[in-house]
């Protein structure tokens, strides 16, 4: 019986009695061969390298793996511990290819002379043609190599300085850049690696040299095309309706070169030209004034404020940048102008309400003190506005130069707050009672720690009005002090009697030099107000004044 039917092939002109089962014993039979051929080389050649390999001059052929790899340790890795004596610009530096991060990688190494795995035809048939020299693998750590590159650069290398455009005196200046030297990493890494391949114990390294980023040729350039030229000519700067005109010699000086992107560019000194224009800037139109009070026929009217024009000092120079950089004959740009207001607005005075005089005080001023230094005392003092809330410092206004003068002044300062209802009154008395001065209103004022304060608690202004009136030859000059604003509260006052009272002791002296005194005596004295508004009794403060008695001095003659 047969397996299958019987079926004739013809191939070409081969005997007609070839058929389908010839054709499969024949496939069969190939393969049998060529896997035996496949068995016996992977069984001969195994994990052996080819016969005539070797690596770096160490002979590996017909070896194992183990074998090479052995053989390998012995010959290449001494090489690791062996210090490479390298050389740059004249300096000699000893590198150690281990610290350096150079390592041999001997399985890479053997994998490299097998051509591929045991059971790669391709392996087999390198051992049956035979191998050629292989260089060793080597594996490089490169944060470790450069490392120890960059402790070398440190001693070679040198920065490239730029060239430089400056203008002192207002003239352009170039100064030449000078070229740098940089150690070339890559091929310095790649001669390590080939001195520890050969076994060499000295190299070379590589060093360039680095041109800077702007360099002799663009600085002078620079100089002649842009730097030059634009300290030429005058600039016109428009702000607001004013056209105002910069001298070279005004903005020069100001003018920087600024390195950019490997090219310069023309920049200034917002700063210093602004103080070197300052006078233009002052010369801009409507200069900011306050609003103030001043007095007409006795009475307070608001002098109104003025606004002004103004330009920041970035955007000045900014306008200055772009007319130079515009060019032109001469070069124009405008300036971004800001409205200046002033500190104080005719709204802000107005809304103060100084309408009419709430409180004053007049106070002589006694012989024993400079008229002249207590008129300019009250001078600096006239004018002071005090607005809702503030707190009023006599030494802030007007000082002490002079503490008998300031004094005098600030005595009748505070009669007048006191009368007037100031708040928060802080007052020292005076030591002694002085004749003509309103006892327990008195002030002593001294620098810089004896201040006479007082605070505006109504929600009005309060302006300050002095003046001195001089008394002639019928009495003393008098201290006039005023407090104008909206009345706000109602302030009854009422003064106590002296009492615990201390008699002074009376010196005769008959000394030619003496001078008579009259004397005062101490005396505790109260004085009380009453704050009412609306008719309704708000509150009471008393203030409490002690004075030390003054001693008499009675010149005394000697009889012959």
């Known amino acids: 019986m047969r397996l299958w039917p019987r079926k004739k092939v013809y191939v070409d002109q081969l005997p007609r009695t070839h058929d389908l089962r010839f054709g499969a014993l024949f496939v069969v039979l190939v393969v049998a061969l060529l896997g035996g051929v496949y068995a016996v080389g992977f069984f001969v050649a195994g994990d052996r390298l080819p016969p005539g390999t070797s690596v770096a001059g160490v002979d ?40 350096a991060g150079l390592t041999f990688d001997l399985d890479a190494t053997i994998h ?70 940089a150690l070339d990493y890559g091929d310095a890494g790649e001669r390590l690696k080939e001195a520890l391949l050969n076994g060499d114990g000295a190299i070379t390294l590589p060093v360039g040299n680095v041109e800077p980023d702007i360099t002799s040729t663009e600085a002078a350039s620079f100089v002649a095309e842009v730097a030059r030229p634009a300290v ?35 920049d200034v000194d917002a700063a210093l030209l602004q103080r070197r224009t300052r006078g233009l800037i002052a010369s801009l139109p409507h200069d900011p004034i306050s609003a103030r009070v001043v007095f007409r026929n006795g009475r307070p009217r608001v002098q109104p404020s003025r606004s002004g024009v103004t330009v920041t000092q970035q955007d000045w120079a900014d306008a200055l ?42 106070l002589p001023v006694a012989v024993s003190i400079n008229p002249k230094a207590v008129a300019r005392v009250a001078a600096r003092l006239d004018g002071a506005l005090v607005r809702p809330g503030a707190v009023f410092s006599f030494l802030d206004r007007a000082g002490a130069r002079d503490p008998g ?23 020292t008395d005076g030591r002694v009672f002085t004749h003509g001065s309103l006892p327990g209103l008195d002030a002593s004022v001294a620098a810089p720690d004896t201040d006479l304060q007082w605070r505006n608690g109504t929600p009005y202004g309060v302006y300050v009005r002095t003046r001195v009136a001089d008394g002639g030859a019928a009495g003393p000059d008098v201290v006039h002090v005023q407090l104008w604003s909206t ?10 009697r002296r009492h615990d009272v201390v008699p002074q002791a009376v010196h005769r002296v008959t000394d030619r030099s003496c001078r008579r005194r009259h004397g ?41």
């Open 232 to 266: 030429t000519r005058p600039v016109r700067i428009r702000v607001a309706d004013l056209v105002l005109t910069v001298q070279p010699r005004q903005f020069a000086s100001a003018l920087r070169a600024r390195a950019q992107h490997g090219m310069l560019l023309l």
């Open 321 to 362: 940048l772009t007319a130079l950089r515009r060019g032109g004959d001469p070069p124009r740009a405008t300036a971004k102008a800001m409205a200046d207001n002033p500190p104080l607005t005719t709204s802000d005075v107005r809304q103060l309400g100084i309408r009419e005089r709430i409180a004053s005080s007049d």
């Open 112 to 181: 490299a002379g097998l051509g591929g795995e045991r059971w790669d035809p391709r392996h087999m048939l390198r051992v049956v043609m035979g191998g050629d020299p292989l260089a060793p693998v080597v594996d490089v750590n490169h944060a470790e190599l450069t490392s120890s590159l960059r402790r070398i650069a440190s001693r070679v290398e040198r920065r490239p300085v730029d060239a430089t455009v400056t203008f002192p005196s207002g003239q352009p200046v170039a100064t030449s850049g000078q070229p740098g030297l």
């Open 520 to 560: 005062t005596p101490g005396f505790t004295f109260n004085v009380t107000r009453i704050f009412v508004r609306g008719g309704e009794r708000r509150r009471v403060e008393t203030s409490h004044s002690s004075y030390a008695p003054v001693d008499a001095i009675v010149c005394v003659r000697r009889r012959r």
């Open 405 to 427: 003068a300031a004094s005098v002044v600030a005595s009748a300062t505070y009669a007048a707050a006191f009368k007037a209802g100031m708040g928060d009154l802080v007052r």
């Open 60 to 99: 590996v052929g017909g070896m194992r793996t183990g074998e090479a790899r052995n053989a390998l340790q012995d010959k290449l890795i001494p090489r690791l511990s062996q210090p490479i004596r390298a050389e740059a610009l004249g300096h000699t530096f000893t590198i150690d290819p281990q610290r």
């Open 487 to 496: 009345p706000f509260l109602t302030v009854r006052t009422h003064s106590s």
